[in-house]
């Protein structure tokens, strides 16, 4: 803790650099007219530590039954101040392990905490300029947040297709089975039908060589026949002739 009653970066859990820590009353009529002021918006014309409550509300938990209450720092930084941050920030990094490069929330937070803190040391020095840094901030976390919804949404949609791949995976796979035990069945029918023909062939192949060696025993006969009967009609004409 500071002189001046300021939480310094290594005795805050958050690089904001924010007052000591007040403790509650809920009966007392201050603290109902503080809550009040917080719930409202900035007047036309707010004071400093007006400005730095509605920018950065003031941090409430309860410990050992006692409720406290801490608010955003309003002292000027320093260029000390400044070297402490950024020497506070690379201690963070390394303390919390936040990965170097790649997605890592860790460090997403670190630097925003950061970024917050350096608004809250433009924002004392010129409180218009603050403001329009907190817009910044505003639109990049929004911006961050709809890339976090897409790719989110893309997961989902990514799964959801790996999911029905899975499933359409299982019935290709049934209907491959199926289709495997098909041609399978197919194949040996096929090998039955060709051996069925193979035996049909040789059987028609022995039958004709049966038939033809018939025919030609009596081709040979006919033509015995033939030439008897031609030798005895010669010599019946020879005999004639005689």
Known sequence: MSSNGVKNYTE????????GKIELNADDPSYLSQKKRESSNIDSNPSLSETLNSMF????????????????SPEPATREKARDLFKALDEKIKERQAREKGICPVREELYSQCFDEIIRQ????????????LRVRDEIKMTIASYQTLYESAILFGIRKQLQAEAGKEELKKKKEELEAR??????????????????????????EIENAKRQEEITFLKQQNDNLEKFLQSIDQAKSA
């Not at 805050?12 to 007052?19: A, D, E, I, R, V």
Request: hydrophobic fraction near 30%.
């Open 183 to 208: 041609k399978k069945k197919l194949h040996d029918k096929k090998l039955q039908l060709e051996n069925k023909l193979k035996a049909f062939d040789k059987q028609i192949q022995e039958r004709n």
């Open 122 to 133: 433009v924002t004392i020095e010129c409180p218009e300029r603050g403001l329009l840094l």
């Open 57 to 72: 509300l003031p941090r409430e938990w309860e410990e050992n039954g006692k409720k406290f209450i801490q608010y955003v």
């Open 12 to 19: 805050s859990n958050t690089l904001l650099q924010y007052q």
